[in-house]
């Protein structure tokens, strides 16, 4: 058979049914360990449940497969996936990720490689020849890029930048948090590794911390992530993770709509006179927009940010007036959000001040638009 679709992958849901049971969901498996029999025999590969969890296995088996990667592992949140990946590198190892990145990242990994040793350019990766530049043959190992990235929604092209990761003899990992495995599959275009933030999307109702990683290969930095996963345990507990799955099964019909509404939006509010930028990779006078349209697929993402008009003050005042989006960080959830992030970044932040950070939920088109038309 044909490898089926997302949409019939996520219908599924990379279970079968129940053998003793019939059941067409899969069970929570709270148990920490497993027994032997009379001879010392496990009756499957799981021991201790730090190192396996048999409820993640659905929620990791199908992200593999939309992915198309040969494996998934679930962690504790996006953060912990993320930090594994660079834990997993060795002093001396030299790395390059994005100037305009999930600040909470950027900021444990400026601290993180400072006290471990590892050498760190951070630079404008949807840039191709500052990345090129960047980039060290035989002592840079790994290149992170995120696209599109947040909150700036900046766009790399993953087939460049994997090309430049590899002549280099460096792996490349992709967060991919804001397109989802429904839009883009960075997989395919070369990339080693993806990460998502399976607190925003997968999920999708804004009720779990959770993380991923999805790997091309069966290879000897997944088998090192794996046994940090199992020694350091950042892992995700079984409710979570019955959770992750629950929520993915809805994941391309719920991506679609937000997309759809978060085009509509971006489209009637560019050239707003209270605005002085609507970013946002689907619109065509978007800088990246010609990479964004081939890379991803069957839309542009749910995330745009309004640059207002009068700074920090007049962004802080209109999202003050809204009534259909909280006040909020996070994203990716069915409710809409917005944020003011330089209220939440650090002063130094690259990150304009005027910015409004937008999630597009599943309320009403129309009535979105009309709310952000009236707080402007
Ligand atoms: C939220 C987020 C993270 C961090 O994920 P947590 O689940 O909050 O730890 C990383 N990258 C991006 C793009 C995110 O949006």
Not at 47 to 60: F, K, L, S, V
Not at 198 to 213: C, E, F, P, W
Not at 329 to 341: A, N
């Amino acid at each position: 058979m044909a490898t089926p679709s997302i949409d019939t992958l996520l219908a599924h849901g990379a279970i079968g049914h129940d053998a003793a049971s019939g059941a067409v969901a899969p069970a929570i498996h709270p148990a920490t360990t497993f027994a032997r029999d009379e001879a010392y025999r496990l009756p499957s590969a799981r021991m201790y449940g730090r190192d396996d969890n048999a409820t993640g296995e659905p929620a990791e088996a199908l992200l593999a497969a939309l992915e198309g990667g040969a494996g998934a592992m679930l962690f504790a949140s996006g953060m912990a996936a993320a930090a594994a990946v660079f834990q997993t590198l060795a002093p001396g190892d030299h790395v390059v990720a994005p100037r305009i990145m999930y600040w909470a990242l950027r900021g444990w990994l400026v601290d993180f490689c400072a006290r471990w040793g590892l050498g760190l350019d951070l630079v404008d990766s949807h840039d191709t020849d500052a990345l090129r530049a960047a980039v060290r043959p035989g002592a840079t190992r790994l290149v992170w890029v995120e696209t599109p990235a947040n909150p700036t929604w900046d766009v790399t092209d993953l087939a460049a930048a994997a090309a430049i990761a590899h002549a280099a003899g460096a792996r490349l990992a992709v967060d991919s948090t804001a397109a989802t495995p429904v839009l883009s599959r960075p997989l395919a275009l070369g990339a080693d590794l993806v990460m998502h933030s399976a607190t925003k999307y997968l999920n999708g109702h804004s009720d779990v911390i959770a993380g991923a990683l999805v790997t091309a290969a069966l290879d000897e930095p997944w088998q090192r992530l794996r046994a940090h996963r199992r020694t350091t345990g950042a892992i995700l507990g079984p409710f979570e993770a019955w959770l992750v799955h629950r929520g993915m099964r809805t994941l391309a019909v719920r991506v679609r709509r937000q997309c759809e509404t978060a085009l509509g939006i971006a489209a009637a509010l560019d050239g707003h006179p209270a605005l002085v930028a609507v970013l946002y990779p689907g619109l065509p006078s978007f800088a990246h927009h010609a990479v964004a349209a081939r890379q991803m697929h069957g839309g542009f993402g749910a995330m745009l940010s309004l640059r207002v008009a009068g700074g920090a003050p007049a962004a802080l005042a209109v999202a003050g007036r809204l009534h259909l989006f909280a006040r909020a960080t996070s994203l990716g959830g069915v409710e809409s959000l917005v944020e003011h992030r330089a209220s939440v970044e650090p002063p130094d932040s690259p990150v304009p001040k005027d910015l409004l950070r937008i999630s597009i939920g599943l309320e009403d088109a129309d009535e979105l638009l009309a709310d952000l038309r009236a707080a402007l």
